[in-house]
């Protein structure tokens, strides 16, 4: 009697779970790999254009182009410097302007030029005499070079290298010598003294764009004279485009760039990216030629338990 109980137990738990299962007419295929869900942003967060199955990211290491990434030639920039304006403000007795144009090969190496007029008055505290440097011209030639240059061209980081020339003439007036011993005073002039001379410059600087085709430059300069400049019966104190004594200088200038347009400029970029090898798809990628599954529908006389 008692395993009759246990029998119809056993028997009544099977058929209330054989009640709940339900078997639907689904072809389906355990092999096939799951499809991959769809992508519509880039690693970078930036929206495709359309969506994808699987994101790729380009090996930055074997793939960096060493060699420059902008045309040979990629722009003029024109430039006014007016940093002595500001210190002359200050209290500065001489001053120096310039204006410069660099040429930008590959946004990479800059030949500059630079053409200024310099001036100086100056009658030392402590001194017996009036200084007064004419306006006289001074030029500059050398070259930058652009730690940035595979950057954006509006910004550049740069060290320098400069030769400088200047033909000048100047004044000293009001020299005065005391005699304590005869009790007198004299006074004379040193009337158009003529010199020239050339010195050299390196310097770091900056760039950055302030709006369109407009931005400002500084640079910190270390200068020293090829020589010791002498007109006729004196010594300048003041040289056009260098300074006074000081071994130090530096510029600040607003500049106007020439470039290249920018769709051409865009182009050659995209050409120079089409250029690099695009990585082949996972091999577990689908089959986009193979149909997908179907479901049969279920007809009324379908069989269910």
């Known amino acids: 009697m008692r395993r009759l109980i246990l029998i119809f137990a056993a028997l009544a738990l ?49 793939n ?23 210190l002359m403000a200050a209290g500065q007795k001489y001053g120096s302007f310039d204006v410069s144009a660099d040429l930008s090969l590959h946004n990479w190496f800059f030949p500059v030029a630079e053409v200024g007029i310099g001036f100086a008055k100056n009658t030392p505290e402590y ?17 930058n070079y652009n730690f940035l240059y595979k950057s954006n061209p509006d910004y550049q980081f740069f060290f320098g290298l400069r030769f400088g020339f200047s033909a000048f003439s100047y004044d000293v007036t009001d020299i005065t010598i ?3 011993y005869w009790g007198q005073t004299n006074t004379f002039d040193l009337p158009r003294q003529n010199a ?44 056009p485009g ?7 200088a530096a510029t600040f200038s607003i500049c106007y760039s020439l470039g290249w347009p920018k769709s051409k400029m865009k182009e050659k970029k995209e050409d120079a ?15 986009e030629t193979e149909p997908p599954a179907t479901i049969a529908p279920q007809s009324d006389d379908s069989p269910t338990l």
Request: proline content about 11%; aromatic content about 10%; glycine content about 12%.
């Open 127 to 143: 001194g017996n005499f009036t200084y007064k440097g004419l306006p006289s011209v001074y030029a500059k030639l050398g070259i």
């Open 273 to 287: 990216d089409s250029s690099l090898p695009l990585p082949p798809p996972p091999a577990d990628q689908p089959d």
């Open 64 to 86: 960096v182009r060493s060699g420059p990434v902008y045309p040979l030639l990629n722009g003029l920039t024109l430039g006014v410097n007016f940093f002595d304006g500001i």
């Open 178 to 180: 005391k005699s304590d």
């Open 196 to 239: 020239t001379a050339m010195f050299g410059e390196a310097l770091i600087g900056l760039r950055v764009k302030i709006a369109g085709p407009i931005s400002m430059g500084w640079t910190a300069r270390f200068h020293g004279k090829f020589g010791t400049p002498k007109g006729q019966d004196s010594q300048p104190w003041f040289i």
């Open 14 to 62: 099977a058929g209330g779970a054989l009640a709940q299962r339900v078997i639907t007419p689904v072809k389906t295929d355990d092999k096939k790999p799951a499809e991959k869900q769809l992508y519509y942003y880039d690693l970078h967060g930036e929206p495709l254009k359309e969506p994808v199955r699987f994101l790729a990211e380009l090996d930055t290491v074997t």
């Open 242 to 248: 260098y300074g006074a004594k000081s071994p130090l």
